[in-house]
């Protein structure tokens, strides 16, 4: 009811574009990718993305930094999260490491040990249309 016209970044929009590190798995580096993860395992490493969505479920693990425009988070992190655009921490998320994000979203029950830090846009001048011209 309250969430009827608010978009969310979720996994079936990257459908076709899915990746996932399935439980008892367990991956040692960096992953760079395009759409989605999801981490129902163990990652020792960064999970980076310019354009994509990183979850992080339940029994899921993450060892180092992760950067994304869209993370949701209700397992564990140990290191900073970069969410440009949205942040979601469900009731059983922890997080050790900073937060930067965009937007959040925090549910009763999750835990945090770091700073949050939201993202700002940096402030921009104020220009004159190139129709104005300056008057002597």
């Known amino acids: 009811m309250w969430k009827k ?8 929009r ?3 574009k899915t990746s996932v590190i399935a439980a008892g ?31 992080v479920s339940i029994e899921g693990q993450v ?4 950067r994304a425009p869209h993370v949701i988070l209700d397992g564990e992190v140990i290191g900073d999260v970069f969410a440009s655009e949205h942040l979601e921490l469900g009731a059983r998320a922890r997080v050790r490491g900073n937060l930067h994000y965009g937007l959040m979203e925090m549910a009763m029950g999750a ?3 770091g700073r949050l830090c939201p993202v700002k846009e940096a402030p921009r001048p104020l220009e004159l249309p ?7």
Do not use: C, Y
């Not at 016209?5 to 079936?12: C, F, N, R, V």
């Open 25 to 55: 798995a367990e991956l040692v580096g960096e992953l760079r990718f395009q759409g989605a993860v999801q981490v129902d395992g163990r990652l020792q490493g960064n999970l980076i993305a310019a354009d994509g969505l990183v979850r």
């Open 111 to 113: 835990q945090i040990e």
């Open 14 to 16: 990257f459908s076709g």
């Open 130 to 136: 190139a129709s104005v011209e300056t008057v002597q």
């Open 5 to 12: 016209g608010k978009p969310k970044a979720d996994l079936q």
């Open 63 to 66: 060892e180092g930094e992760i």
